[in-house]
Structure formats: C-alpha cells, structure tokens
C-alpha cells in the first residue's frame, strides 16, 4: 500500500475485555514498531519487529501486552483483560531497516483506544 | 540514552524565528541529537539531527552548543502550520533509534 494502515481508528471497549490492533506495513519494510502515546504525552516504544528475528519485547509494559508479526506482512498487537489506563493512542511505524529509521520511517495514523 | 529536558510550552508569531531549546547535559561522545514533531495525532515528522557541528535544511536549523549539553532547534519564519509538539532525543548512530522512547516535548504554538 501506499503508507502504513493501521485498523480500527478508534476502538471503545469494556474493562476486562481483550482487543486486537492491527498494523499493515508498507511492503517490503523489515522493521516494524509499535508505539503507546497517553493524552499529553511523547511516544513510549513498546516491541519491535526485524524480519524473521525474534522480536524485541522490552518496552512492553505488562504480560497483558503482546504482538506477532508473521515474516514481513501484518502485525497484530493483543492487549487482554484492559485496564483504563491502556486507553492511549497506538502507532505503529515500519522502515526499511532500523538503520534508516530517523528519516524514513512512516507512521500510522493510530488506533485510539478507550478502556471505559 | 542521554535524557533530555525541553520546555513544555512556548509561542511563537507568525513569520517570526522560533527558537526551541533542548538540555542534554549527560550526552556522550558518540551520541546525537534528533529533532521530531507531531501535528496533532499524526507519527512524529523527522526534522533534522547533529552531532557536534550546526546542521541546516530546508525545514530548520539545529545550533548545537560547544560543550553539547544543550541544542537550540530553529525555524526561521513560523507559519501557523508550524504548531506542533517539537521532541528532541539523543541516540547513538545507527543504533536502533526506534526503540527510543520520545520525552513530553514542547507544544509550539504559533500565533498570527
């Protein structure tokens, strides 16, 4: 595609409940990251995906957090048993490598989830 | 990664300089200094990096100071455009620089 689409734009779930973001990366991009941005607030790194490599999970903030990537395509991040504090804004953003990320990394437009 | 420390908000007028000021007293040799924006909700925007030397290009200068603990990001004629959340961040070259973790930044607002 064109850029990196990221679904759905808004998500209002229950507590407790489990929701699924999705990212599309723009083909061909080995490196894919996820990103939480609460009201107010700069971006935190959450995990990051290179190819076939084993992710890196280390700004994930609790085991209810995960994500998978399958080889290059589509990412999903899971987010179980939400809290009000998950409601955030999630970005992801993919690269041709981590080496150009600075300047040619393209961002989604976000999922805005609320955790009422 | 050096921490960084920016103003959380300041304004600017229209067609005038806006000068943003970042502190990153703790940089070490081998790290540079990055500049982002955000407009409203959208990915952060690269804007231009250094690491000792003054860097200028199409969309702004960064000054970096002698010492490196502090770097001034200017836009040389704001337009209402402009108004943005300005992140400044310091990494390591060819590390992998999108697993920083961006500050609270300065909103920039400009004024007609």
């Known amino acids: 595609g064109a850029g990196v689409s990221q679904s759905p734009s808004n998500k209002v779930t229950e507590k407790g409940k489990d929701v699924e973001l999705r990212c599309d990366p723009i083909s061909g991009h080995t490196a894919l990251y996820w990103y939480r941005q609460r009201l107010g607030q700069g971006l935190e790194f959450l995990i990051y995906?290179?190819?076939?490599?084993?992710?890196?999970k280390s700004g994930l903030p609790s085991d209810r957090f995960s994500a998978e990537r399958t080889g290059e395509s589509v990412s999903t991040l899971t987010i179980q048993r939400t809290q009000q504090e998950d409601s955030a804004v999630y970005l992801c953003?993919?690269?041709?490598?981590?080496?150009?990320?600075?300047?040619?990394?393209?961002f989604g437009q976000g999922t805005r989830l609320t955790v009422v | 990664d050096a921490k960084t420390t920016q103003p959380t908000s300041m304004d600017c007028a229209e067609g005038r300089a806006a000068n943003l000021p970042c502190n990153h007293s703790t940089i070490s040799g081998n790290e540079y200094v990055y500049w982002y924006r955000q407009i409203h909700s959208q990915g952060p925007q690269y804007i231009i990096h250094?690491?000792?030397n003054n860097e200028t290009n199409e969309m702004a200068s960064l000054i970096i100071t002698e010492d490196r603990k502090s770097s001034t990001l200017i836009l040389p004629h704001a337009t209402l455009r402009d108004t943005a959340v300005y992140y400044c961040?310091?990494?390591?070259?060819?590390?992998?620089?999108?697993?920083?973790?961006f500050g609270d930044g300065t909103t920039l607002t400009v004024k007609p």
């Open positions: 995906f290179q190819g076939n490599s084993a992710p890196d």
């Open positions: 250094g690491l000792k």
């Open positions: 953003a993919s690269s041709q490598s981590f080496t150009v990320f600075y300047t040619e990394a393209f």
């Open positions: 961040i310091v990494r390591v070259a060819n590390t992998n620089a999108g697993k920083s973790t």
